[in-house]
């Protein structure tokens, strides 16, 4: 059994790297991909807000921050915009020290007003600076890389597998144990020579690349932006944190099967055709359903699943 | 400075005061709520949301005029925040997770549900009350016939605080005077302690909540003259009520006044002085600054001068 656990994960990733030799239509590869996206940016989010629990309601800052370099270089620096995956990972990670300078200081839900602040700034700011961002013209990346959708699936699949890979390594480390330290009592932490606001930063700005990425990929794969969709309070920060709440906080597998969740329910939910406009009134009652019930999502609440279910021995 | 400019400057600062006006009772609300559940309602401009549709729903049907809907409005959000409190919140007060910020994700729930049904039922339609003093305006040379600069104060901006000023007024003898007052000012001191007095902490949570709507309920009623709606107009104003929390310092209702003034004035100049698109992010500008320099609030301040309570 254990063994087998240690290998699930290649297992996953086997399968899904010869998913696209089956022949998929074009429309299941894109639902894979945005699963596969969210993933990373719910395993991001989960790595500073599920380990360290500092909750970020503005990643859409870092998502929106990757976006706009690969956007950017493309626009205005006239190279390709993968360029802006590997340039991504500095910007960003200077962003997120600057913003970890400012927001770190704040505990709780006073930290995760700040980044919510960061995020709505960071929109109206790239609605504004037109010179730089074309404003809400967005930037639009004529030339695809490719037609195929493809390429794309086993680009994001390898920024998963490295995500996840990377996620599994810190937490597994020394390093998780200082965020989980610092999640559950911050002042015990300090008190035991955890440096915590070093490692709260630390823990921030491996979240906001891994964001930042996901980001870039997403410009570079969608072919457009603009501020009101890469920075999105609701459809970016709000969907990442459900994510991570849906599947299970602070667990692996949590923002793997969380995305799997969102993405299907939200295309459910638009192909209906009376109720699409609606789909974050069902988002939102799912959100306060999961709260009330299973508080630490799908996979943190295992035990409690199975005994609803009666799967489980009796305890 | 020239007199063009001086009068520019001016009638900023007034149109940014009667602003603030407004903002403080939005802030207040929020204070309320946050002294004495420790928590952060993260619907609150939605709440308003909501609020400023049944004024427009009782303009448009009985032509009821929006400074009365007040009457209907605060009342109906008061029950809505009683409802959202006994079978939402406080459900997830007692359950145990990893995530102590549960609480303020489901308030998220909560406003997303609220500005989706809006859209859902009233389209995304810009509205507005039409009523027939919107433009009206005093003028200060209609006083004062040899001004060397022209001011204006317009009529329903300054209905609209005025009746702000006097929500505050009733709220503060509320909260002073009264009884149930008094237990919402110990239950947010101290809630064991409070507890312990025997004060019904579960309800005077129930009965703030719903305080807090109701207020925000005013406000919105109070906007919506001067102002126009949509069903996303909530999240910016819970952002704006969070800015003057923490401006004015958790939980005091004199810091909410003096935040939201600050705030309004603010605004108002970045407005004038900077561009329309750029007032969000100086209301973000001051709301970091607030963070970084005066983690306190503004009452934090005024405790050290010996001012405030």
């Not at chain 1, 380990?51 to 626009?75: D, L, P």
């Not at chain 1, 955890?194 to 491996?206: D, H, Q, R």
Request: charged share 10%.
């Amino acid at each position: 059994m254990g063994q087998m656990k240690r290998y699930l994960p290649l297992a996953i990733l086997g399968l899904l790297a010869i998913l696209p030799l089956v022949g998929l239509s074009t429309y299941a590869l894109h639902i894979l991909i945005m699963v596969i996206m969210w993933s990373i940016v719910g395993m991001a989010w989960n790595l500073l807000g599920g380990y360290c629990g500092q909750v970020s309601f503005g990643h859409a800052a870092f998502f929106g921050v990757g976006a706009y370099t690969a956007g950017i270089i493309y626009a205005k620096g006239g190279a390709s915009a993968w360029w802006g995956m590997p340039l991504s990972i500095v910007f960003v990670s200077v962003f997120a020290m600057v913003i970890g300078f400012i927001c770190l200081r704040l505990r709780g839900p006073f930290f995760a007003l700040a980044t919510l602040a960061i995020g709505v700034i960071l929109r109206v700011t790239a609605e504004n600076l037109t010179s730089l961002t074309e404003g809400d013209l967005g930037i639009m990346i004529r030339e695809r890389t490719w037609i195929e959708k493809t390429w794309y699936f086993y680009v994001v699949l390898t920024l998963a597998a490295i995500t996840f890979y990377l996620v599994k390594r810190v937490i597994e480390s020394r390093l998780g144990y200082y965020f989980v330290a610092i999640r559950e009592d911050q002042d015990a932490a300090e008190s035991l020579g955890i440096n915590t606001t070093l490692y709260k930063t630390v823990a921030l700005c491996l979240s906001a690349v891994f964001t930042g990425l996901a980001g870039a990929f997403y410009t570079n794969y969608m072919g457009y932006i603009d501020p009101k969709v890469v920075f999105a309070l609701h459809d970016i920060s709000i969907v990442t944190i459900m994510v991570v709440m849906i599947g299970g906080v602070a667990t692996f597998w949590g923002p793997v099967i969380g995305s799997v969740i969102m993405v299907l329910l939200a295309e459910v939910i638009r192909s209906i055709p009376r109720l699409g406009a609606a789909h974050h009134t069902f988002f939102g009652i799912l959100l306060i359903v999961i709260i009330i019930f299973l508080p630490n999502g799908i996979m943190g609440d295992m035990p409690k699943l199975k005994r609803m279910m009666r799967i489980g021995k009796p305890v | 400075m020239s007199s063009a400019q001086l009068e520019v400057l001016l009638q900023t600062l007034i149109s940014g005061l009667l602003l603030g006006g407004l903002y403080a009772l939005i802030g207040i609300g929020m204070t309320l709520i946050m002294g004495v559940m420790k928590i952060i309602n993260l619907a609150h401009g939605e709440l308003m949301m909501v609020a400023m549709y049944i004024a427009y729903g009782l303009f448009t049907l009985f032509h009821l005029d929006p400074y009365l809907s007040v009457f209907i409005a605060a009342p109906a959000l008061f029950v809505l925040g009683v409802l959202l409190q006994r079978f939402l919140i406080n459900p997830v007060l007692k359950v145990d997770s990893i995530l102590p910020e549960n609480q303020v994700i489901l308030t998220v729930g909560i406003g997303m549900v609220l500005a989706n049904l809006a859209t859902v039922f009233f389209t995304s339609d810009y509205r507005s009350t039409p009523v027939d003093y919107a433009t009206k305006a005093w003028y200060l040379s209609d006083f004062w016939k040899g001004s060397p600069i022209e001011l204006s104060l317009s009529f329903p901006w300054s209905i609209s605080f005025l009746i702000a000023v006097a929500i505050t007024i009733a709220l503060w003898f509320f909260l002073a005077k009264t009884d149930t007052g008094k237990s919402i000012r110990a239950t947010a001191q101290d809630n064991d302690a409070a507890l312990l007095m025997g004060v019904n902490v579960g309800r005077m949570r129930v009965i703030t909540f719903g305080l807090g709507s109701a207020l925000v309920g005013a406000a919105g009623c109070l906007f919506i003259p001067i102002y126009y709606l949509y069903p996303d107009l909530g999240g910016q104003f819970t952002l704006i009520a969070f800015v003057i929390t923490i401006l004015g310092g958790l939980g005091s209702t004199v810091g909410a006044i003096v935040g939201g003034l600050i705030l309004g004035v603010f605004e108002s100049l970045t407005a004038t002085y900077a561009g329309m698109g750029w007032a969000p992010v100086g209301r973000f500008v001051i709301f970091i600054a607030a963070l970084i320099f005066i983690p306190g609030g503004v009452v934090s301040l005024l405790r050290r001068q010996k001012w405030g309570r």
